[in-house]
């Protein structure tokens, strides 16, 4: 992502912020009364952008097969540093992955900050936008809790080394780095579905990071729409003591998010969820059925319900989730000690400035440089062997898995909302 230089991306008065809605008509009604439902985050962000507010909707909108490229220079702008007064920076996505796909996020993603919001109804539109406006106006404080959640199974390689060499040794970076901030970390037989819960509707902590496997399930599974992504917990006693079907009891959905305990409070919380699906699924791949056969064609692209309950439920204080919109590959690489560090390194400078206060979409922006990194590297090999190398798979597979899942990583949420920490409480607010 990349402002003109001499713009600070956290201030939009000098990067901007614009809603991107579908195009239609401007009297389409359900456009029309989802406006109506985020006046209050509209109003918050037009006063704090001023001339760098915009609107894409309307005949402005996204248009179906629309690329980034063509988006841009419909609306005057082009490749290259954002120039805010034509395309803001900052631009939250208004609309399922049925409608403006995950193809288009991401081309977009590369040079502005983006997120994105869909909800099945107005009423779930306006209790974010009034939650993301009440916390922004309660004010700024000093110090809060983080909290890094990593089931530990049976016999299961992946989420062992998921807890022990990467979940709780990227808390003790962070907390070395950010010593105002309390952090602890919730691993093993203490990562319940029960646990999880009450760090998500109960607890006050303002950001959980929560790793392991993500829910998955074939096309034709009626439980599919509903809690693929949802977060594996330590209740799965592991492979070899449970072969049947994992049960919902295993795991934590959208269905488990219950009333918010008290009244909203004034601090927010962000997420971050290193796990497959665990914001959306794009268009299906080929797919076997649950009963071994073909699978039928399921819907096409959708947003995981989890983030979407978090985040509309009324009395919520969730203002953003990272996550993944498709399956995490590289965790089948995950066990390369290098590959470890690297992610640790990676994570820990996106928490960092997230915990320092800058908005989550700027604060994304060291995976998409990890992305850009790795796609050109694996771009140089793959022209190598075009003219004549024979391709190391063992060089060659973790580089694309490691471009695809950086690809993947998205927000679902304003791009431009922030813990309110004071400047310079957890040291050096990055630039």
Not at 177 to 188: K, Y
Request: glycine share 10%; charged share 20%.
């Amino acid at each position: 992502m990349a402002l003109i230089v001499t713009l600070d991306p956290r201030e939009l008065s000098q990067a901007g912020w614009g809603l991107v809605m579908p195009a239609s008509e401007d009297s389409d009604a359900r456009g029309a009364a989802i406006r109506e439902a985020l006046t209050p985050l509209l109003a918050l962000r037009c006063a704090q952008a001023g001339a760098l507010f915009r609107g894409f909707f309307g005949a402005q909108g996204y248009r179906p097969g629309e690329t980034k490229s063509k988006f841009l220079a419909r609306n005057g702008a082009g490749p290259g540093p954002v120039r805010p007064e034509l395309v803001p920076y900052y631009l939250l996505i208004v609309g399922g992955p049925g409608e403006i796909p995950y193809t288009f996020e991401e081309q977009m993603g590369v040079q502005h900050a983006v997120g994105r919001i869909c909800f099945d109804t107005p009423e779930e539109y306006a209790h974010y936008a009034g939650t993301v406006a009440a916390i922004e106006r309660a004010g700024a404080w000093t110090s809060g809790s983080a909290v890094f959640f990593a089931p530990r199974h049976h016999e299961d390689l992946l989420s062992t080394h998921t807890s022990k060499r990467f979940t709780q040794p990227l808390a003790r970076s962070v907390a070395a780095q950010c010593p105002e901030w309390q952090t602890s970390v919730v691993s093993g037989p203490e990562a319940t579905r029960a646990r999880l819960g009450d760090l998500l509707h109960r607890g006050r902590s303002e950001f959980v990071f929560a790793a392991g496997h993500g829910m998955v399930f074939a096309g034709d599974d009626p439980r599919r729409a509903a809690h693929q992504g949802a977060l594996l917990c330590q209740d799965w006693p592991g492979p070899r003591e449970w072969t049947d079907p994992i049960p919902p009891e295993f795991y934590f959905s959208a269905d488990d998010v219950g009333p918010y305990a008290g009244s909203l409070p004034p601090r927010g919380r962000i997420l971050l969820l290193a796990a497959s699906y665990s914001l959306g699924t794009p268009v299906p791949e080929p797919q076997r059925s649950s009963s071994g056969g073909a699978a039928p064609a399921s819907t096409g692209a959708f947003a995981a319900r989890l983030p979407q309950r978090l985040l509309g439920q009324p009395g919520g204080y969730t203002l953003a989730v990272i996550g993944a919109h498709d399956r995490r590959l590289g965790d089948a690489m995950a066990l390369d000690p290098t590959a470890s560090q690297r992610n640790i390194d990676l994570y820990r400078a996106v928490i960092h400035r997230i915990l320092a206060g800058a908005p989550i979409g700027h604060a994304r922006e060291p995976f998409t440089e990890r992305h850009a990194e790795a796609a050109s590297e694996l771009a140089v090999m793959l022209e190598e062997v075009e003219f004549g190398r024979t391709a190391d798979p063992q060089e060659l597979v973790p580089m694309w898995m490691e471009s695809q899942d950086m690809r993947a990583l998205s927000i679902f949420g304003d791009p431009a909302v922030r813990l309110g920490v004071s400047p310079g409480s957890t040291g050096s607010t990055p630039g």
